[in-house]
T-cell receptor, first 116, second 111 residues
Framework: DAGVIQSPRHEVTEMGQEVTLRCKPI?????LFWYRQTMMRGLELLIY????????DSGMPEDRFSAKMPNASFSTLKIQPSEPRDSAVYFC??????????????FGSGTRLTVV | GDSVTQMEGPVTLSEEAFLTINCTYT??????LFWYVQYPGEGLQLLLK?????DKGSNKGFEATYRKETTSFHLEKGSVQVSDSAVYFC??????????FGQGTRLTINP
């Protein structure tokens, strides 16, 4: 398996622009998680899905952030409009029901977002 | 709610030194415990895990023992290498599949 695939690896955008981050989970995994990593706040869980349904979005910082999972093999995290304080590394991770406690999650390589 | 506390970094050691990174947790039940490692520019990789009390997880020379009585899961390695330089995260999971991370500890090994 190719693992969790995220795109793009790097994104530089201007303040006010819309940004879309993409994630392809491991085939067969039914949980998908979006995390944000910054020096100040560490790793923050933004939202997670089970069977394509959002379960907990309490970590989404504000209405400018939205996430979708239209099918089992694809998810997007969108920021509109983007702000400099959104600059961070965004990680996607996936896992399979019943295995989280045994194996944890599998993480993608992340998208480094810079908003100027 | 559940939480994980790691020793503050950064930690700087010389090659072949002994490493300990402390991790304690707070949880209402009996979580599974993990150590993840993040090398520069990469995502998080599972380093080792333990699913019940007194279990010892081990991988690549690293070890950690699940201590229920002290709610701890300290990471140790007897002789570190330059290639071990990375950020290390302690984490727990229980119930609803939600992984809770500590703040991470940056480790630098000098030759």
């Amino acid at each position: 398996d190719a693992g969790v695939i995220q795109s793009p690896r790097h994104e530089v955008t201007e303040m006010g622009q819309e940004v879309t981050l993409r994630c392809k989970p491991i085939s067969g995994h039914d949980y998908l998680f979006w995390y944000r990593q910054t020096m100040m706040r560490g790793l923050e869980l933004l939202i997670y899905f089970n069977n394509n349904v959002p379960i907990d979005d309490s970590g989404m910082p504000e209405d400018r952030f939205s996430a979708k999972m239209p099918n089992a093999s694809f998810s997007t995290l969108k920021i509109q409009p983007s702000e400099p304080r959104d600059s961070a590394v965004y990680f996607c991770a996936s896992s399979l029901t019943g295995t989280g406690g045994k194996y944890g999650y599998t993480f993608g390589s992340g998208t480094r977002l810079t908003v100027v | 709610g559940d939480s994980v506390t790691q020793m503050e970094g950064p930690v700087t050691l010389s090659e072949e030194a002994f490493l300990t990174i402390n991790c304690t947790y707070t949880a209402t039940g009996y979580p599974s415990l993990f150590w993840y490692v993040q090398y520069p520019g990469e995502g998080l990789q599972l380093l080792l895990k333990a699913t019940k009390a007194d279990d010892k997880g081990s991988n690549k020379g690293f070890e950690a023992t699940y201590r229920k009585e002290t709610t701890s899961f300290h990471l140790e390695k007897g002789s570190v290498q330059v290639s071990d330089s990375a950020v290390y995260f302690c984490a727990l999971i229980q119930g609803a599949q939600k992984l809770v991370f500590g703040q991470g500890t940056r480790l630098t090994i000098n030759p």
